[in-house]
T-cell receptor, first 114, second 113 residues
Framework: DGGITQSPKYLFRKEGQNVTLSCEQNLNHDAMYWYRQDPGQGLRLIYYSQIVNDFQKGDIAEGYSVSREKKESFPLTVTSAQKNPTAFYLC?????????????FGEGSWLTVV | QQQVKQSPQSLIVQKGGISIINCAYENTAFDYFPWYQQFPGKGPALLIAIRPDVSEKKEGRFTISFNKSAKQFSLHIMDSQPGDSATYFCAASVGSNTGKLIFGQGTTLQVKP
């Protein structure tokens, strides 16, 4: 099946730890994105990548890092510098980055700080 | 100016009724307005989208109405069904980078049988 796979679905992080969320797509999409969703709020863009080996900060990039070494993969690392990391994280992709390209989302990953 | 304001926050509709969700924006450069539907614990899925050169777009029971002069757009769900119960997000983007979608705060719709 074609789609976007995020793992793990649930993740618990201790204070001071870095954690990495995986995102893989087999849609052959050039652009990939990471969004954060907090309860009762809309989605906010963390990072996005239009091509391999290139990525840009979104609106809330502080405390996060990404890499784009392969077209199909766009992992997100939540670092200890992120003060309030508990949230639902959504990876997405689109064929291109021009306006009108449909953005497809993965099933999301829940991150909880314990 | 980058905000998209969505209302109401929650909505309860009887089965068969019309659900209406409204969004407003400030940035006149926005040129793509999608609506997403999200079920609990799932990622959002594109429902319907419109560009500002048309005033209305209909797909099945879902219609977007767009008022460019008022900088407002709305989603109408006709003959609402319990299966439509979900959270709906409006969004907007500009120019060359669709990925920079600006989302509204979301509306939780409950359709009562």
């Amino acid at each position: 099946d074609g789609g976007i796979t995020q793992s793990p679905k649930y993740l618990f992080r201790k204070e001071g730890q870095n954690v990495t969320l995986s995102c893989e797509q087999n849609l052959n999409h050039d652009a990939m994105y990471w969004y954060r969703q907090d309860p009762g709020q809309g989605l906010r863009l963390i990072y996005y990548s239009q091509i391999v080996n290139d990525f840009q900060k979104g609106d809330i990039a502080e405390g996060y890092s990404v890499s784009r070494e392969k077209k199909e993969s766009f992992p997100l690392t939540v670092t200890s510098a992120q003060k309030n990391p508990t949230a639902f994280y959504l990876c997405a992709s689109s064929r291109g980055s021009s306006s009108g390209n449909t953005i497809y989302f993965g099933e999301g990953s829940w991150l909880t700080v314990v | 100016q980058q905000q998209v304001k969505q209302s109401p926050q929650s909505l309860i509709v009887q089965k068969g009724g019309i659900s209406i969700i409204n969004c407003a924006y400030e940035n006149t450069a926005f040129d793509y307005f999608p609506w997403y539907q999200q079920f609990p614990g799932k990622g959002p899925a594109l429902l319907i989208a419109i560009r500002p050169d048309v005033s209305e777009k209909k797909e099945g029971r879902f219609t977007i109405s767009f008022n460019k002069s008022a900088k407002q757009f709305s989603l109408h769900i006709m003959d609402s069904q319990p299966g439509d119960s979900a959270t709906y997000f409006c969004a907007a983007s500009v120019g060359s980078n669709t990925g920079k979608l600006i989302f509204g705060q979301g509306t939780t719709l409950q359709v009562k049988p």
